[in-house]
């Protein structure tokens, strides 16, 4: 198959979402129903109500990308899912619908792994993975990667604890700002003093490419009582400054570790305007080049998805039926010691 035409379901986490793409990049359709609204009353993702929104608009987002992209079922050569990581109950959902309609069509299926949706994201639409180092920050999860290509990962480290937008999602909420925090806290952060407040950077001298960031967390909360409504700027600043400085630090250093000229920075946090400048800046210091996820493709999308299956199924691969989802971070693709 050498230029196989995909339809993939992501229902990871809180987005709803089904893509139509031609190998190696024509994004020929896309509908992404969110459910950060529904889930902003709880200041965070509900599994249960998560996986009930899925499963009410899984056929809406097929049938959607499908007609964007002028195509029928029948015309669909690879049917791909996210199998984990993620919430289990809202896998299933995607997973379940991708597997019925390869089943009932005779086709291929292909289980796709969430993170080596966003870790390749930044390379969307190319044919060939270049050697890179991949950072990975979303809601979920916080990677380091060492990537020789497609398919080929190491995983270099990761967060202990809290990812980076899980980070600013638990902030945004202490501060009472809403959810998903990450970019309520960037629009704060911008009229704040970045060293007023000065939160610890957690593992930043640890020597390996591990992350924390759950002691920034609490730092903040303990400050938050000695601190008035109008400190509110100044603390976003502060912590988002913290958050990034050890995302910097630890990017440049993996890739310099790995003799990779390129830092690739995938997931959410991805579109923190601060992270972006101040990566460009140390990385241009040291000789390096960054390539950031297209802003659409940072956060959870189809898309991504569709393109990892996309380069897989024309590398001849192919799922079982039986694969079944796998909700912890994976003991494949990026397997933890
Ligand atoms: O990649 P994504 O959809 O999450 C997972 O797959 O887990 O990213 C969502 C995360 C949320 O935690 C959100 O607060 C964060 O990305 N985020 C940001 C920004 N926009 C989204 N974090 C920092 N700055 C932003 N501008
Ligand atoms: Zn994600």
């Given at each position: 198959m050498s230029t196989p035409l995909v339809l993939a379901i992501e229902t990871s986490c809180d987005e709803t979402a089904a893509a139509v793409l031609r190998f190696?990049?024509?994004?020929?359709g896309q509908v992404i129903a969110s459910q950060a609204s529904v889930h902003a009353a709880y200041g965070g993702v509900v599994p249960e109500v998560a996986s009930r929104n899925h499963l009410a608009h899984v056929r809406e987002v097929v049938e959607g990308a499908l007609s964007q992209a002028g195509?029928?079922?029948?015309?669909?050569?690879v049917f791909a899912a996210t199998?984990?990581?993620?919430?289990a109950s809202a896998l299933l959902v995607g997973s379940a619908a991708a597997k019925g309609f390869a089943l009932a069509l005779d086709k291929p299926f292909l289980a796709v792994n969430h993170i080596e949706g966003h870790l390749l994201s930044p390379f969307f639409g190319r044919a060939e993975i270049p050697p890179s180092v991949g950072l990975v920050v979303s809601g979920g999860h916080t990677l380091l990667v060492d990537i020789a290509g497609a398919g080929r990962y190491k995983l270099l480290g990761r967060t202990l604890d809290d990812a980076a937008g899980e980070a600013f999602d638990k902030v945004a909420k202490l501060l009472g700002l809403?959810?998903?925090g990450g970019p309520l806290i960037e629009a704060e952060a911008r009229?704040?003093?970045?060293?007023r407040f000065e939160f610890p950077r957690s593992?930043?001298?640890?020597?390996?490419f591990q992350f924390s960031f759950s002691g920034l967390k609490t730092s903040v909360r303990y400050l938050l009582p000695k601190?008035?409504?109008?400190?509110r700027a100044d603390l976003c600043a502060g912590f988002q400054e913290a958050v990034v400085d050890v995302l910097v630090h630890k990017a440049v250093e993996a890739a310099k570790s790995c003799r990779r000229d390129l830092i690739a920075v995938s997931g959410g946090?991805?579109?923190n305007a601060r992270l972006r400048e101040r990566l460009a800046r140390a990385a241009e210091a040291d000789g390096l080049r960054v390539l950031f996820a297209e802003p659409s493709l940072c956060?959870?999308?189809a898309a991504m998805v569709a393109y990892v299956a996309a380069l897989r199924a024309a590398r001849g691969e192919s799922s079982s039926l039986e694969a079944d989802i796998f909700p912890a971070l994976g003991q494949t693709l990026f397997a933890v010691a």
């Amino acid at each position: 198959m050498s230029t196989p035409l995909v339809l993939a379901i992501e229902t990871s986490c809180d987005e709803t979402a089904a893509a139509v793409l031609r190998f190696p990049g024509d994004l020929l359709g896309q509908v992404i129903a969110s459910q950060a609204s529904v889930h902003a009353a709880y200041g965070g993702v509900v599994p249960e109500v998560a996986s009930r929104n899925h499963l009410a608009h899984v056929r809406e987002v097929v049938e959607g990308a499908l007609s964007q992209a002028g195509v029928g079922l029948g015309e669909i050569d690879v049917f791909a899912a996210t199998t984990g990581p993620g919430l289990a109950s809202a896998l299933l959902v995607g997973s379940a619908a991708a597997k019925g309609f390869a089943l009932a069509l005779d086709k291929p299926f292909l289980a796709v792994n969430h993170i080596e949706g966003h870790l390749l994201s930044p390379f969307f639409g190319r044919a060939e993975i270049p050697p890179s180092v991949g950072l990975v920050v979303s809601g979920g999860h916080t990677l380091l990667v060492d990537i020789a290509g497609a398919g080929r990962y190491k995983l270099l480290g990761r967060t202990l604890d809290d990812a980076a937008g899980e980070a600013f999602d638990k902030v945004a909420k202490l501060l009472g700002l809403g959810y998903p925090g990450g970019p309520l806290i960037e629009a704060e952060a911008r009229a704040g003093s970045r060293t007023r407040f000065e939160f610890p950077r957690s593992m930043k001298c640890s020597g390996d490419f591990q992350f924390s960031f759950s002691g920034l967390k609490t730092s903040v909360r303990y400050l938050l009582p000695k601190t008035a409504e109008s400190d509110r700027a100044d603390l976003c600043a502060g912590f988002q400054e913290a958050v990034v400085d050890v995302l910097v630090h630890k990017a440049v250093e993996a890739a310099k570790s790995c003799r990779r000229d390129l830092i690739a920075v995938s997931g959410g946090v991805g579109l923190n305007a601060r992270l972006r400048e101040r990566l460009a800046r140390a990385a241009e210091a040291d000789g390096l080049r960054v390539l950031f996820a297209e802003p659409s493709l940072c956060t959870d999308n189809a898309a991504m998805v569709a393109y990892v299956a996309a380069l897989r199924a024309a590398r001849g691969e192919s799922s079982s039926l039986e694969a079944d989802i796998f909700p912890a971070l994976g003991q494949t693709l990026f397997a933890v010691a």
